[in-house]
């Protein structure tokens, strides 16, 4: 689904990313995991189109992303969940979601845009693969930090987006939300490709039943399944090892 090649960001001369080789199946869920400052959000804004890389190429279903605006990259279905929740907080879920939808459609169909039962039966769905089928009439501004990103990861996917990139999700979580996150996370993959930046190794362990790449001072030091990773002696001088470098809960 995506096949990476030298591809290399610097800001200001410094190397923020430096990737020789990088695949992800179809359907895949990836979890990349660093220290601080490693290049994980910014290998995201490359993906996505938002940061331009001074070299290198990365094809998604056969089409080179580079180059690309953030517009078209999103209609090629690479869609981008940032770190930080950014829903609209004085509008209802139904309507957040219903603004995703017309995302997907453009501006000019958005103007002409009349809620069929169909599209109000598309919210409903999505907003029940993300636990917030019985929040649908709430105002997003009162959902829990943990409801906010679901309901951010609803927007991704009623954009019809083939890989989704999900960027720290579990960050600010209560330990039950993760866990649900997770879940979901998992479910998602089953449809479509998924890649997860996260720094919870006991949230990683519950979601990593594929491959994790570990993501050092923008290259990649290793990858593995969550066990090799774990026990990479590495990893573990690099990022598992410090304190507070990797925060593990309990
Ligand atoms: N827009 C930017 N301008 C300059 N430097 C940046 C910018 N974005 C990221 N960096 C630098 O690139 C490096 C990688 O950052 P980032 O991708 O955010 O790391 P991570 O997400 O792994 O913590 C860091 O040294 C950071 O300071
Ligand atoms: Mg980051």
Redesign the pocket.
């Known amino acids: 689904m995506l096949s990476i090649s030298e591809l290399s960001v610097s800001?200001?001369g410094?190397k923020?990313?430096n990737l020789s080789k990088f695949e992800l199946n179809d359907k895949e869920l990836r979890v990349i995991i660093?220290?601080?400052?490693?290049?994980?959000?910014?290998?995201m804004?490359v993906l996505c189109g938002k940061?331009a890389p001074s070299s290198g190429t990365a094809y998604f279903n056969g089409e080179d992303l580079i180059g690309k605006s953030e517009v078209e990259i999103a209609r090629m279905g690479v869609g981008r969940k940032f770190q930080k929740p950014s829903v609209f907080e004085g509008l209802t879920v139904f309507d957040n979601l219903l603004l995703g939808l017309k995302a997907k459609k453009g501006f000019l169909s958005s103007m002409f845009f009349k809620l069929a039962d169909e599209e109000s039966q598309r919210i409903r769905e999505v907003a029940k693969r993300v636990n917030l089928e019985n929040e649908l009439y709430s105002i997003a501004g009162s959902l829990s930090h943990g409801q906010k990103q679901w309901l951010e990861i609803a927007i991704v996917l009623l954009q019809d987006s083939d890989l989704m990139l999900i960027?720290e999700p579990a960050a600010g979580m209560s330990d039950a939300e993760t866990e649900r996150t997770g879940a979901l996370l998992c479910e998602l993959s089953k449809e479509n490709g998924v890649i997860v930046?996260e720094h919870d190794m006991h949230f990683v362990e519950q979601i990593a039943r594929e491959k994790v790449t570990v993501?050092v001072r923008?290259e990649i030091l290793t990858e593995g399944s969550f066990d090799e990773v774990k026990n990479n002696q590495d990893v573990i001088d690099c990022y598992l090892g410090t304190p507070n470098s990797a925060q593990t809960r309990k």
């Open positions: 800001f200001g410094v923020a990313l660093g220290p601080n400052g490693a290049g994980k959000s910014t290998f804004d940061t960027d930046i993501l923008g």
